[in-house]
């Protein structure tokens, strides 16, 4: 299993411009969640989704959209990029059947908008 | 609400002396904790988790953790320090009522092992 992956790696951005994180998963888990990392701070959640076409918010939703097609796969979409989602971004995933299972991390977007 | 406190922003260790990395919770209900490890540029690595039971959690890489019920605490702990530990450290508390059993996560623990 690759586990989650995500695409791209690294990207800058200009001010207003927009673009789409891939985060895929070969796990069959129905969870699959957003967060961003921030210098010095814990991991915030932005989006969350606990099955194919069913998404919802987590804490910092503002600026960002999501969807959710397949089990697979969970896009996340910003719009016009501002310089305040600088930011490294992780997608996690994990089973249903207790909350209490650990939640598997994709290596990470690190995206600067300038 | 949830929450995690990681007292330490940074904790230095000779190699082969015993570690320790700090971490408080506060919950409402039953606590499910777990600590992750990241590399630089990488992504989060789980290492172990406490659900219920014996209060002595043993995880990866020889890592364990020590939960205390008294004094909501559940520290990471390993008996000797490899230069290889070196690494981000997060302490994160599973939300049973909110948003899909999110994480929240303490602000981090950079753990630095010197030869």
């Known amino acids: 299993n690759a586990g989650v992956t995500q695409t791209p790696k690294f990207r800058i951005l200009k001010i207003g411009q927009s673009m789409t994180l891939q985060c895929t998963q070969d796990?069959?888990?129905?969870?699959m969640y957003w967060y961003r990392q921030d210098p010095g701070m814990g991991l915030k959640l932005i989006y969350y989704?606990?099955?194919?076409?069913?998404?919802d918010k987590g804490e910092v939703p503002n600026g960002y959209n999501v969807s959710r097609s397949t089990t697979e796969d969970f896009p996340l979409r910003l719009e016009l990029a501002a310089p305040s989602q600088t930011s490294v971004y992780f997608c996690a995933s994990r089973v249903t059947g207790g909350g209490y299972n650990e939640q598997f991390f994709g290596p990470g977007t690190r995206l600067t908008v300038l | 609400a949830q929450s995690v406190a990681q007292p330490e922003d940074q904790v230095n260790v000779a190699e082969g002396n015993p570690l320790t990395v700090k971490c408080t919770y506060s919950?409402?209900?039953?606590?499910?904790l777990f600590w992750y490890v990241q590399y630089p540029n990488r992504g989060l690595q789980f290492l172990l988790k406490y659900i219920t039971g014996d209060n002595l959690v043993k995880g990866s890489y020889g890592f364990e953790a020590e939960f205390n019920k008294s004094q909501t605490s559940f520290h990471l702990k390993k008996p000797s320090a490899l230069v290889s530990d070196s690494a981000l450290y997060f302490c994160a508390v599973r939300d049973d009522y909110n948003q899909g059993g999110k994480l929240i996560f303490g602000q981090g623990t950079e753990l630095s092992v010197k030869p």
């Open positions: 796990m069959n888990h129905n969870y």
């Open positions: 919950v409402s209900g039953n606590p499910y």
């Open positions: 989704s606990v099955g194919a076409g069913i998404t």
